[in-house]
Every structure is written in structure tokens, then in C-alpha cells.
């Protein structure tokens, strides 16, 4: 069975120093692996997808993701924290084969310190 | 670009009432799924349909139905209404089953 976890259920980090939140997965298949942000009062927005081409993989917003099989992680980082990354981060599997419905990580809130 | 419509965007009821939430995929979208996110909580898979046909099912009450329709838009019908139900109900479409979800907005549904 597929699943997700986070590893940190809160991240705190100063304006302008890197972000690092940590996802592991299980799969039985090759997965596909997503991050999505949620603001406050907010949709899901997708940040960025790995579906089995570059292990590393780019998003919006100065994100990235890599891919790293022999350990099981899709940690999502970026270099430079801006106070506008202040949300909810989920790490995202989809279930395959078969239903294809997403199974979501429990969150880790991101935290930008001025 | 049109992205996914959900209606309404905030809903109150009382106990034991019914209510009514409304997805409408992205044109040519043909596969649906919802998901509930109570508060703090990440989203839960409810249900999901390719093509008007059911293809999944997940943690949803016998309470709650749902189907879709002939123009591919989705209706989730809540019946007995419980305090427990108040969340934020996202639709997400994608292009044939299996590819990438785009969210909506998600209803948020208040239940008094």
C-alpha cells in the first residue's frame, strides 16, 4: 500500500535562509509524488510533480524536489525563504495502479520568521 | 485558463439537514474526485468517477452520495448532517483517469 510522511509537523525558518521539509513514501509501484502548498483559507495549489522522469524535479515559486529511490524521500527545498511561503506543505502519493486517488502526508506548516 | 468551479464556497446548516456541493470539472476533464479536509487535518479521499461511472470509493459515510453527470459536473449529497461533517470539501478533475488533479477552491461546510 502506498502512503506518506511527513517528518515534521511544524518548520520554522528565518527570511532568507533555506527550507528544507522532509517527505518519505511507501510504495509498491513507482510512484508519483507531488507537493502542494496551502495558504490560510486557501485551495490546494500544486508546487511541483515527479512522475518518473528527472529525479529532481522543479516547481513555482524557486522550489524544487528530488526524487531519491534508494531512499524512499521526496524532501521539498528551496534556497532562500520569503515570508509569502507561510502555509501548509503536503506531500502528496497517488495511488497507482488502480484508482489513482491521492493519498495526502499530514502537513508540515512552514513558519517564516522577519 | 478555467480551472476547477465549486458552489457553493461556504455553506451553513443545522443538524440533521441536507446539503448540496457542486464541482465543476475543467473542459474535457472527464474523471472527478472529492476529498474532505476537517480542521487541521490533511484531505481525505471520499470518492471518485471516470467517465460518469463510479472508480473509487474511500472513507465516505452511507450518508453521503454522490454522482456524476451527463457534462462531466459532480454533485456530493450529504443527508443527517453531523457536527462531525463541518470541513472543507475540495473536487479535484484531471484528463483521463490516472493524470494530474487540479483542485478547486473547495466548500466549506459549517454544520451548527
Known amino acids: 500500500a502506498q502512503s506518506v510522511t511527513q517528518l515534521d509537523s511544524h518548520v520554522s525558518v528565518s527570511e532568507g535562509t533555506p527550507v528544507l521539509l522532509r517527505c518519505n513514501y511507501s510504495s509498491s509501484y513507482s510512484p508519483s509524488l507531488f507537493w502542494y502548498v496551502q495558504h490560510p483559507n486557501k485551495g490546494l495549489q500544486l508546487l511541483l510533480k515527479y512522475t518518473s522522469a528527472a529525479t529532481l524535479v522543479k516547481g513555482i515559486n524557486g522550489f524544487e524536489a528530488e526524487f531519491k529511490k534508494s531512499e524512499t524521500s521526496f524532501h521539498l527545498t528551496k534556497p532562500s525563504a520569503h515570508m509569502s511561503d507561510a502555509a501548509e506543505y503536503f506531500c502528496v502519493v497517488s495511488v497507482s495502479p488502480g484508482t489513482y486517488k491521492y493519498i495526502f502526508g499530514t502537513g508540515t506548516r512552514l513558519k517564516v520568521l522577519a | 485558463a478555467a480551472g476547477v468551479i465549486q458552489s457553493p464556497r461556504h455553506l451553513i446548516k443545522e443538524k440533521r439537514e441536507t446539503a448540496t456541493l457542486k464541482c465543476y470539472p475543467i473542459?474535457?476533464?472527464?474523471?472527478v474526485y472529492w476529498y474532505q479536509q476537517g480542521p487541521g487535518q490533511d484531505p481525505q479521499f471520499l470518492i471518485s468517477f471516470y467517465e460518469k461511472m463510479q472508480s473509487d470509493k474511500g472513507s465516505i459515510p452511507d450518508r453521503f452520495s454522490a454522482q456524476q453527470f451527463s457534462d462531466y459536473h459532480s454533485e456530493l449529497n450529504m443527508s443527517s448532517l453531523e457536527l462531525g461533517d463541518s470541513a472543507l470539501y475540495f473536487c479535484?478533475?484531471?484528463?483521463?483517469?490516472?493524470?494530474?488533479?487540479?483542485f478547486g477552491p473547495g466548500t466549506r461546510l459549517t454544520v451548527l
Open positions: 473542459p474535457r476533464h472527464d474523471t
Open positions: 479535484a478533475s484531471s484528463h483521463g483517469w490516472g493524470e494530474l488533479q487540479f
